[in-house]
């Protein structure tokens, strides 16, 4: 029987090397091409440090009660199966058969509250966020709701613009602006997000719609009973998104879901920033930067996304990176053989 305060963790993981896995991807792939974004190659490379991710967690979350660690089939070889908080999931454990196969991680992301045994809270990682200091229950939930900030913000340039536009336009047709801020004015004007984001919240008063919300892209915390809530009203719109194999320009993604608990004040105030980080690797040069700040330990976790369009860098990236969190975190986990 669950308890309040038990809280999983969602990390969505695939080998972008194994041989069937891309004999399958590029089959679809040459039948159905009205999108290539999935084809770039930073998309599916591996970075060979996951498992620090799985260290982390054991390190300096405790507290989580389980973590489901969702794949196609494969699975790293260091992975201890029969570790107890473990739930190794396959795509066909919890996404409905018409949707499989899919390379759509939108399809992945949307679907995450069927996972059977899945917490009523949960966090949700990509395979390119970890810990690096001692988190709490409290960072991520208070009073049962997800720890968050509503940080008012114009859609801008960031390679799924197209797609967050299709999530703020979803809330748009059930949230009115100016009720979302009255209902929830203690939260939308919090002392806790610092006052160039409160100002920012002012300056943006004058939009009459919703015109979006800052994304820190870090780990989220969420409700399942959003998922099930959205899943009920956008039964369609969810639906085109997970019959297309491939991330398509109609799609929407988790940040819906993320997007509903802000309008509907299902969230706790929290200050993100000075928690966690998002870094984009361009060169060796920023991979230098990124490896200090995880050496340091500034933020409590961080997103260390691919963002290497010279793949020249990327064998030297990705030593320095993990250089780091090998001195960070060398002590095996319960998580490995």
């Not at 069937?20 to 970075?47: G, H, I």
């Not at 509250?113 to 949960?122: Q, S, T």
């Not at 700040?293 to 933020?299: G, S, V």
Request: overall charge neutral; glycine content about 4%; hydrophobic content about 35%.
């Amino acid at each position: 029987m669950q308890k309040e305060e038990d809280v999983d963790i969602v990390i969505l993981w695939v080998d972008g090397n194994d041989p069937e896995w891309l004999k399958e991807k590029n089959n679809y792939q040459n039948y159905n091409k009205k999108n290539t974004a999935d084809s770039s190659e930073n998309r599916y490379r591996d970075w060979d440090n996951i498992i620090y991710l799985f260290r982390g967690i054991e390190k300096f979350a405790p507290w989580i009660r389980k973590v489901h660690f969702v794949t196609w089939g494969h699975l790293p070889s260091w992975m201890n199966k029969n570790c107890k908080r473990l739930n190794i999931v396959n795509h066909v454990d919890f996404i409905p058969k018409q949707y499989l196969p899919t390379f759509n991680s939108h399809t992945i992301e949307l679907n995450i509250h069927r996972i059977e045994g899945l917490a009523d809270r949960f966090i949700y990682f990509n395979d390119d966020m970890f810990l690096l200091n001692q988190v709490k229950y409290e960072d991520f939930f208070k009073n049962g709701l997800p720890c968050d900030e509503l940080i008012f913000d114009i859609i801008q340039t960031s390679g799924i613009e197209h797609i967050v536009l299709n999530d703020i336009t979803v809330v748009n047709r059930y949230f009115n602006k100016k009720n979302v801020i009255l209902n929830n004015f203690s939260k939308v004007f919090n002392l806790k997000y610092g006052r160039k984001k409160i100002i920012k919240n002012l300056l943006l008063l004058p939009w009459n719609t919703i015109p979006g919300f800052e994304i820190p892209h870090i780990p989220a915390p969420y409700l399942k009973e959003t998922f099930v809530k959205l899943w009920d009203l956008e039964t369609d719109k969810l639906n085109l998104t997970c019959e297309s194999k491939f991330r398509y320009i109609n799609d929407l993604n988790q940040y819906v879901m993320r997007f509903w608990q802000l309008c509907s004040g299902q969230f706790y105030p929290f200050r993100i920033r000075s928690f966690g980080k998002y870094f984009g690797i361009i060169n060796t040069e920023t991979a230098k930067y990124v490896s200090e700040q995880i050496t340091k330990q500034k933020y409590r976790l961080i997103c260390v996304n691919d963002c290497l369009n010279d793949s020249s860098d990327f064998d030297e990236s990705k030593i320095i990176i993990n250089q780091s969190f090998e001195k960070l975190l060398p002590e095996k986990s319960d998580f490995e053989i």
